[in-house]
């Protein structure tokens, strides 16, 4: 994949270094941080001193900022973000998604006006373990999502570990296409797709429900797709083996994998985002035609057609 000579995105967020606590409120430098401080303000003088040397000392151990040890800014007046293993946030991942994230924008830009539609790109918030939403604390455990509230991709980029060892899921393609399933969420949200399958939500049976949710899954797949298309088309994007590794990371994430894998059996009524050869089925029917409307049928073929 040729990425880096791509644009980088301004509508990205980097969170990584602060952590959310269960009830809310973001806390920079971690709670050893908070402690620190609360134990200098009630301490005596001698107290206080101790505390001082104690910090100047374990951050020179721990080769830390004492600054970013307390969790305040340093440097400059920006603030530092400081990972708990207490190096700084690395930037080349930051700079990484910035230009995944530019290049999907670029294309979703120039292909929905074609469709009369108008486009606004949506955020994203790249975080560590757990940061908060439009819809309540985002977990790394749940995986990368889009959150149609504030319109916001949030993903930990440890993820992108956990879907090589995890998964068996390789290459930085197997990446780009997991990014660009999830602004395809932001896509169905501009085509009122999203709005139109969660009004179904308590009208029709749970069953069904589900069903519509599944379809939706495959169609940021197609969208995923869509996005491959068009990339090369005005990038020249890709490199050989990059449709591949979105296959292959397509294999790996389908729900009869994951489930005969978690539980040595598979519940179709359970699956939430299709199998394995309908996720590959459906990212290909988008990255050969790359044409929009060519998804629309995933929402009314029969279920087991898909
Ligand atoms: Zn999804």
Redesign the pocket.
């Known amino acids: 994949m040729r990425w880096k000579n791509r644009r980088s995105s301004s509508n990205i967020e980097d969170r990584r270094g602060t952590t959310t606590r269960a009830n809310g409120g973001p806390i920079a430098g971690g709670a050893l941080g908070s402690i620190l401080i609360s134990l200098f303000r009630r301490g005596s003088g001698k107290t206080k001193l101790a505390l001082i040397g104690g910090v100047i000392i374990a951050c020179f151990v721990f080769k830390m900022n004492p600054l970013s040890l307390l969790g305040f800014s340093s440097g400059g007046g920006s603030r530092q973000t400081v990972q708990s293993n207490g190096r700084p946030a690395d930037p080349r991942i930051k700079e990484y998604f910035a230009k995944l994230k530019g290049t999907n924008e670029d294309i979703w830009q120039q292909i929905l006006p074609k469709y009369d539609i108008r486009y606004r790109p949506s955020k994203m918030v790249i975080y560590t373990t757990r940061t908060h939403t439009a819809g309540g604390i985002a977990d790394a455990r749940m995986g990368p999502?889009?959150m149609p509230a504030d319109e916001t991709i949030y993903i930990d980029p440890t993820f992108f570990d956990e879907l090589k060892t995890r998964f068996g899921a390789k290459g930085d393609f197997a990446e780009a296409y997991v990014i660009a399933?999830?602004v395809g969420?932001h896509i169905q949200k501009i085509l009122k797709l999203t709005d139109h399958v969660h009004n179904q939500k308590g009208r029709i049976p749970p069953i069904e429900y589900n069903q519509l949710s599944v379809r939706l899954?495959l169609h940021?797949d197609f969208l995923s797709g869509i996005f491959a298309h068009h990339a090369q088309e005005k990038f020249n994007f890709l490199e050989t083996g990059d449709i591949q590794e979105a296959m292959d990371c397509a294999e790996a994430i389908g729900d009869d994998r994951i489930q005969s894998q978690a539980q040595g059996h598979i519940q179709p009524d359970l699956f939430t985002?299709g199998t394995s050869a309908q996720r590959k089925r459906w990212f290909m029917r988008g990255y050969r035609s790359g044409d929009l409307n060519d998804g629309n049928i995933l929402f009314s073929i029969r279920y087991q057609d898909l």
């Open positions: 999502f889009y399933h999830e969420h899954e940021a985002h």
